[in-house]
């Protein structure tokens, strides 16, 4: 998606995808009297295309969970009239910025080794093409795509150049680069207006135009703009901040698996150290790091340096290893709910599997790069029924569009076999319908939803025992399951057994903890 932006409002500006990172993005101007108005262009593709004419009716084409993106853009379209979309590239002319929103993919080529893969920048390097051909030559062109280091100086510059050259323009282009700190959520637009912002020009008159542009929409008062002296510094600095966010949830993992043998509470361990100041964020990984940024970023820093920079050698190390722990880290899941169906007389093949959380993190519905994919793909692969619950996701585009989604030859199912039925899954809103007479429970995500589940009440819903598989809180699996000592309880247990299901577990777990007792 492209955000076209005009500095009057008679005049408009912006290219790429109307998705959850760029509706918003080129929406929350200041309130009060317009300054700005706004022309969405989205490259006319068939997988896009419908979501001109909703946005354009005032409707948010993506459902997010911040209350405020839908009435932003009802406001913005209908209202302030400075916002509207299109598929002509010809408005690309009329625009005063250009916002450049259009994703570059990391491509695997296998699942657990990062450096086996490339970036795609197809999409992005043909809309510079474009915007070289149509736009005026004091338009700015701002890239907030995430992009390999040097891109806006060795592919976006080179590009828009030689088109002005070739229109007989002989000034040089305004082109700079500022990522973007997009958090999904409750508080998406707070994210991106009220949050610090890194950006650089290809030159001075750029640099300017970009302080200029991103001060006028942005709260740099509170949130001061950090300038940056290169675009390949700007770019670079999203990569290293999500490549550092990854190893350190990285490096978590081989902790939470010397802690499951050795029957340690991690989850206690890391509060202890968090009362240290200069450890106070550290963050426990889920049964894998999901998102559309951690799992694929520092690969475009390793192709960056070996494709665009030329170099042969390997200096990379921690940064893809990273990402293969991350890509794997769900398999794990799958192999713990092996060993309590097994301690409970039952193979995964013939045994009813309900996952609980498809979404990538708590309390969103965005399920890119989710590590509960691995889980339900790596079990399906082993034979089992897999039922799917959560309350923010409606589709699993993954899976139900799993040829297509997120494009051709790109799902994961191609790293694993007997896939073809998930094309038919559904992700159930009743969690009482997808628990009955499952034979285990995965709790993926720590959804507000799941923290206050009542084992007794899963029991019942169940209708029969039942291996629980906590994949957020470290990697345990246990079994619920009626007490033999006391039948009294019938469908109502006031006592579960909790048994510690790791064959490598040499730690005494208590066999009876009251219902109260049990964390989940």
Same mark, same amino acid.
């Given at each position: 998606m492209a955000g076209i932006v005009?500095?009057?409002v008679r005049k408009g500006g912006a290219i790429g995808g109307h998705d959850a990172a760029s509706c918003p993005p080129i929406a929350p101007f200041p309130s009060g009297a317009p300054t700005k108005?706004?022309?969405?262009?989205?490259?006319?593709?068939?997988?896009?295309?419908?979501?001109?004419?909703?946005?354009?009716?005032?409707i948010a084409p993506v459902e997010a969970e911040d209350p405020e993106v839908a009435p932003m853009i009802t406001r913005c379209v209908l209202e302030k009239k400075t916002l509207t979309a299109t598929y002509t590239y010809d408005a690309l002319c009329l625009a005063d910025v250009i916002v450049v929103d259009i994703q570059c993919d990391y491509f695997k080529e296998t699942l657990g080794n990062c450096c086996q893969g490339h970036a795609e920048i197809a999409a992005l390097e043909e809309s510079l093409k474009?915007?070289?051909?149509?736009?005026?030559?004091?338009?700015?062109?701002?890239?907030e795509t995430t992009v390999p280091p040097g891109t806006t100086e060795y592919v976006a510059y080179p590009i828009l150049k030689k088109a002005f050259e070739g229109r007989g323009i002989a000034t040089e282009p305004l082109l700079a680069h500022s990522y973007e700190r997009v958090m999904p959520g409750r508080e998406y637009v707070a994210s991106i207006r009220d949050f610090w912002r890194v950006c650089s020009g290809i030159n001075e008159p750029a640099k300017e135009k970009v302080v200029k542009f991103l001060s006028e929409i942005l709260n740099v008062e509170k949130f001061p703009l950090t300038v940056l002296d290169r675009p390949i510094e700007s770019e670079t600095s999203k990569i290293v901040e999500n490549s550092y966010r990854a190893t350190t949830l990285a490096f978590l993992n081989e902790w939470s698996l010397f802690a499951e043998r050795n029957g340690v509470d991690l989850i206690k361990v890391i509060k202890a150290i968090k009362v240290r100041p200069t450890h106070s964020n550290m963050i426990f990984p889920g049964p894998g790091i999901g998102g559309y940024c951690l799992p694929k970023d520092g690969g475009l820093g390793v192709w960056s340096y070996q494709t665009?920079?030329?170099?042969?050698?390997?200096?990379?190390?921690?940064?893809p290893l990273a990402i293969d722990i991350n890509d794997t880290r769900s398999l794990h899941v799958?192999?713990? /709910?092996?060993?309590? !169906?097994?301690?409970?007389? *039952?193979? #995964?093949? +013939?045994?009813?599997i309900a996952l609980l959380g498809a979404s990538y993190r708590e309390d969103v519905g965005d399920t890119r790069y989710s590590g509960s994919e691995i889980v339900v793909r790596k079990l399906t692969e082993m034979g089992a029924e897999i039922a799917i619950h959560d309350p923010y996701v409606k589709h699993w585009w993954e899976l139900e569009k799993q040829e297509s989604y997120p494009a051709p030859g790109?799902?994961?199912?191609?790293?694993?076999?007997?896939?073809?039925?998930?094309?038919?899954?559904? /992700?159930?809103?009743? !969690?009482?319908?997808?628990? *009955?007479? #499952?034979? +285990?429970?995965?709790?993926?995500?720590r959804h507000e939803a799941y923290m206050t589940l009542d084992p007794a009440e899963v029991i019942q819903m169940t209708g029969r025992p039942v291996a629980v598989n906590e994949a957020?809180?470290?990697?345990?699996?246990?079994?619920?399951?009626?007490?033999?000592?006391?039948?009294?309880?019938?469908?109502?247990?006031?006592?579960?057994?909790?048994?510690?299901?790791?064959?490598?577990?040499?730690?005494?777990?208590?066999?009876?903890?009251?219902?109260?007792e049990i964390d989940l």
């Open positions: 005009a500095d009057s108005f706004v022309i969405g262009v989205q490259r006319p593709s068939p997988r896009s295309y419908w979501k001109i004419p909703l946005l354009n009716r005032g474009v915007l070289g051909e149509k736009i005026q030559p004091h338009c700015l062109v701002l890239i665009l920079m030329g170099f042969e050698d390997d200096i990379f190390k921690i940064t799958a192999e713990l /709910v092996r060993d309590a !169906l097994r301690n409970m007389g *039952k193979i #995964v093949a +013939a045994s009813k790109h799902s994961w199912s191609r790293f694993f076999r007997n896939q073809e039925k998930l094309k038919d899954s559904r /992700v159930e809103n009743d !969690l009482s319908a997808t628990l *009955k007479g #499952v034979d +285990a429970v995965v709790l993926a995500v957020p809180g470290g990697n345990n699996a246990y079994s619920w399951r009626y007490p033999r000592s006391r039948p009294d309880y019938g469908n109502f247990p006031e006592i579960s057994t909790r048994i510690c299901l790791s064959p490598r577990c040499p730690a005494p777990c208590p066999p009876l903890l009251r219902r109260a």
